[in-house]
């Protein structure tokens, strides 16, 4: 059998054994999703990177966005020119959000990643409640969230703004403040991107994931840019996402700043994020309290004597209620497509009935 270490895809973050990757039909042979083009996949062995085409059915209008490959993932593919990707190996993590615009739909932002950085400026970006609803996007996702404040070096109050962050999320979330541009700052994140690892860097434009990308490669292989003094936005430099080997033996994925990081429907509200809001809103005397003005209100208690911080219950109660939509939207579109696949099975017996079935 042989085992992840002996294999040249170790370096590209399988951790798996082999022998256990189907190979059916014959013939495939396997790599990651490092990056998705318009024009099609560019893909990585271990020993070089190489183009792919989806296979068809990956292609067909309709099918879910996040049933087609995705960076991150590992795939078996034909031996063609180009070769084609057949299959996606089943994912140990999804880090997904809702697409921006009307129609609800899942998109992926990267998987099978251990780690997802949720980076943000201590600058004009500094944000805790979009903090937030990153971890509410990493929570259901399988991998670990850590928050990574870059730009300490412009900023006078980092322990002030690590304490008043503590407040709103888990406490066993790491927080680290760096300078994103110096070696040495960056170095207690090194643990993060062992071999074998795989780590997704988010947030807005001109956070710095990209000069933490360089920073950790040691060269300046991402093009980074400026930001605007007025705000701290970024310029949308990074335009696609992209898996890279770090000379740490790990992988990462630099991807474009968010611009909009919407809940997928799927997201969970009584987890480590906000489970002990939702506990203490259970304790309130009336059942149907709405914690505006009822006597024995827990949550009013709580808010007035400082254990939950107003800010956090505020965005909360956005959140829970983006959830509800969200959710409502995906279980409408889960059952619009129930219906459709009923509709093509009833169609295609009528056409099997009229031409023979093949
Ligand atoms: N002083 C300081 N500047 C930083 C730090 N991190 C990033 N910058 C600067 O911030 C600007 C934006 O950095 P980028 O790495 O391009 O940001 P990005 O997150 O990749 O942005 P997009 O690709 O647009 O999503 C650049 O001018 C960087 O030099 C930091 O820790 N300290
Ligand atoms: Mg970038
Ligand atoms: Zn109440």
Request: charged share 25%; proline share 6%; hydrophobic share 35%.
């Given at each position: 059998?042989t085992?992840?270490?002996?294999?040249?895809?170790?370096?590209?973050?399988?951790?798996?054994?082999?022998?256990?990757?189907?190979?059916?039909?014959?013939?495939?042979?396997?790599?990651?999703?490092?990056?998705?083009?318009?024009?099609?996949?560019e893909?990585?062995?271990?020993?070089?990177?190489?183009?792919?085409?989806?296979?068809?059915?990956?292609i067909?209008?309709g099918?879910?966005?996040?049933?087609?490959?995705?960076?991150?993932?590992?795939?078996?593919?034909?031996?063609?020119?180009?070769p084609?990707?057949?299959?996606?190996?089943?994912?140990?993590?999804?880090?997904?959000?809702?697409?921006?615009g009307?129609r609800?739909?899942?998109?992926?932002?990267?998987?099978?990643?251990?780690t997802?950085?949720?980076?943000?400026g201590?600058?004009g970006?500094?944000?805790?409640?979009?903090?937030?609803?990153?971890?509410?996007?990493?929570?259901?996702s399988?991998?670990?969230?850590?928050?990574v404040?870059t730009?300490?070096?412009?900023?006078?109050?980092?322990?002030?703004?690590?304490?008043?962050?503590?407040?709103?999320?888990?406490?066993?979330?790491?927080?680290?403040a760096?300078?994103?541009?110096?070696?040495?700052?960056?170095?207690?994140l090194?643990?993060?991107?062992?071999?074998?690892?795989?780590?997704?860097?988010?947030?807005?434009?001109?956070?710095?994931?990209?000069?933490?990308?360089?920073?950790?490669?040691?060269?300046?292989?991402?093009a980074?840019?400026?930001?605007?003094?007025?705000?701290?936005?970024?310029?949308?430099?990074?335009t696609?996402?992209?898996?890279?080997?770090?000379?740490?033996?790990?992988?990462?994925?630099?991807?474009?700043?968010?611009?909009?990081?919407?809940?997928?429907?799927?997201?969970?509200?009584?987890?480590?994020?906000?489970?002990?809001?939702?506990?203490?809103?259970?304790?309130?005397?009336?059942?149907?309290?709405?914690?505006?003005?009822?006597?024995?209100?827990?949550?009013?208690?709580?808010?007035?004597?400082?254990?939950?911080?107003?800010?956090?219950?505020?965005?909360?109660?956005?959140?829970?209620?983006?959830?509800?939509?969200?959710?409502?939207?995906?279980?409408?579109?889960?059952?619009?497509?129930?219906?459709?696949?009923?509709?093509?099975?009833?169609?295609?017996?009528?056409?099997?009935?009229?031409?023979?079935s093949?």
């Amino acid at each position: 059998m042989t085992d992840a270490l002996e294999s040249p895809l170790s370096l590209i973050g399988w951790r798996g054994i082999l022998a256990a990757v189907p190979a059916d039909p014959p013939g495939l042979r396997m790599a990651r999703v490092i990056a998705q083009h318009r024009a099609g996949y560019e893909l990585h062995d271990g020993d070089h990177a190489f183009n792919a085409q989806p296979a068809p059915r990956f292609i067909k209008p309709g099918i879910d966005p996040s049933e087609r490959p995705a960076v991150g993932d590992f795939v078996l593919v034909t031996s063609a020119k180009p070769p084609l990707i057949e299959r996606i190996l089943p994912r140990r993590s999804e880090l997904a959000r809702a697409a921006a615009g009307e129609r609800h739909q899942r998109q992926l932002i990267a998987t099978n990643i251990d780690t997802v950085m949720v980076i943000c400026g201590l600058d004009g970006d500094f944000n805790p409640s979009r903090i937030e609803r990153y971890l509410m996007l990493v929570e259901g996702s399988g991998a670990r969230a850590v928050i990574v404040l870059t730009k300490a070096d412009t900023s006078d109050e980092v322990e002030t703004t690590i304490e008043e962050l503590r407040k709103r999320v888990p406490a066993n979330t790491p927080i680290h403040a760096i300078n994103a541009k110096s070696a040495d700052s960056i170095a207690p994140l090194l643990a993060y991107f062992g071999p074998g690892s795989s780590t997704v860097l988010v947030g807005s434009s001109g956070v710095g994931k990209s000069t933490l990308t360089n920073s950790l490669l040691g060269e300046s292989r991402q093009a980074t840019n400026s930001v605007r003094e007025t705000d701290s936005r970024g310029r949308h430099t990074t335009t696609y996402r992209a898996l890279i080997q770090l000379p740490s033996g790990g992988c990462l994925i630099d991807t474009p700043g968010m611009r909009e990081i919407k809940l997928t429907g799927e997201e969970t509200l009584s987890g480590d994020q906000f489970g002990d809001i939702e506990e203490l809103a259970q304790t309130c005397r009336f059942g149907d309290c709405s914690h505006l003005s009822e006597p024995g209100c827990s949550v009013r208690a709580a808010l007035e004597d400082g254990r939950l911080d107003n800010e956090r219950w505020h965005n909360y109660l956005k959140l829970r209620d983006e959830l509800a939509s969200a959710a409502d939207s995906l279980e409408a579109q889960l059952r619009r497509k129930g219906e459709s696949r009923v509709l093509t099975k009833a169609l295609g017996k009528r056409l099997d009935e009229k031409y023979g079935s093949h």
